[in-house]
């Protein structure tokens, strides 16, 4: 049987897509599961978005990260990284538009929201320096990729205590939205046990998912005239983010507008850790493969971040079309993103 990359472009585009649609349904259902998890375990909203969604939704972008990586395709690997962020931050604008009671910054603006915002753009500084300077490894592995999940590990620490003690709390208005910590009405007739099966199966098949999608990427950039840059940073970074859009619209639904910013926030984080994984496998520094374009892409990330942290600082509470400035601007941002990687 011939490898997916080997497969005519008709192909492999259709498995592409068949794999990205996986994804989105497979991430439709995690929202739910995350949330009653969240209640369950009293982390809240925000921090479960981080560890619970966050990390199952962004296993698609790892595998495709990491194979990608393994194979070579540097350009590939640290698209779909970096394209991850700036298609997730994006997301957040879109589920505004699906929030009618107020901007989704307002309504979702928590210290912990904030600290994760912090936190992101701490962790993408680390990769951004690490390309900026000489190369550097120790055992074939560049000493930032092991700094990073530290940082982050250090980072949900500091997110569970303040949290749980906040020094700070945003003001309060009647279309602010707490993150709860009790159980749905109806939650009690699923067992744990039930919630965990069915997270670790969803989980797994953005998993599988997300293989395919790094071997058909290659497969695409090998059939067509696009740049592995181009591939990794728009197409295969949008297909493996779907669950956090799929996701964000759920929980903005359901009224867990918290979990919403949790979820892609918390994604994001996991996204610099995609460089991480991938620097792991890839032969050399990965960071050392950056290119402009790349470090373009990680730099409109951090300013789409610190946009959406000043809309949660603002707080304003309803814009043009019920949407804030802070997600018109990172729309903005993203399309620009997208125009300068054809550039």
């Given amino acids: 049987m011939p490898a997916i990359a080997d497969l005519p472009l008709w192909a492999v585009v259709g498995v592409f897509v068949a794999s990205a649609a996986a994804i989105a349904l497979a991430g439709s259902k995690l929202s739910g599961i995350a949330d009653a998890l969240a209640d369950r375990t009293g982390m809240g909203e925000v921090v479960a978005g981080a560890l619970f969604v966050g990390a199952a939704t962004s296993l698609p972008g790892a595998i495709t990260s990491v194979t990608t990586a393994a194979q070579g395709a540097a350009g590939l690997a640290i698209g779909n990284a970096l394209g991850g962020l700036t298609a997730q931050t994006a997301f957040i604008a879109i589920a505004d538009l699906f929030y009618r009671r107020a901007n989704l910054e307002h309504a979702a603006a928590s210290a912990t929201g904030l600290a994760q915002g912090v ?63 009790e ?9 744990d046990r039930s919630l965990w099966l069915r997270f670790l199966l969803f989980a797994g098949i953005t998993a599988v998912a997300g293989y395919a999608i790094g071997r058909a990427s290659i497969g695409i950039v090998g059939a067509t005239a696009l740049s592995e840059t181009a591939v990794g940073t728009i197409f295969s970074a949008i297909a493996n983010s779907l669950p956090e859009l799929v996701t964000a619209i759920a929980a903005v ?19 610099v850790m995609f460089l991480s994984a991938a620097d792991l496998f890839y032969d050399g520094s990965i960071y050392a493969a950056m290119t402009e374009q790349d470090r373009t892409t990680g730099l409109i990330a951090m300013l789409m971040t610190a946009v959406l942290l000043l809309g949660m600082i603002r707080r304003q509470k309803s814009g043009p079309g019920n949407i804030g400035f802070e997600s018109a601007l990172v729309l903005l941002l993203y399309a620009g993103s997208v125009v300068l990687i054809f550039l």
């Fill in 253 to 271: 639904r359901l009224g867990a507008v918290s979990l919403a910013v949790g979820d892609v926030i918390g994604g994001n984080a996991f996204e």
């Fill in 119 to 181: 936190l992101l753009v701490a962790l993408l500084a680390m990769p951004l320096i690490a390309a900026a300077e000489p190369p550097v490894t120790v055992f074939g592995v560049h000493p930032v990729s092991l700094l990073i999940p530290l940082a982050y590990g250090f980072g949900l620490k500091l997110l569970s205590r303040i949290q749980t003690a906040p020094m700070w709390k945003p003001v309060e208005t009647e279309e602010t939205r707490e993150a709860i910590s």
């Fill in 183 to 191: 159980p749905d009405e109806g939650d009690g007739a699923v067992t």
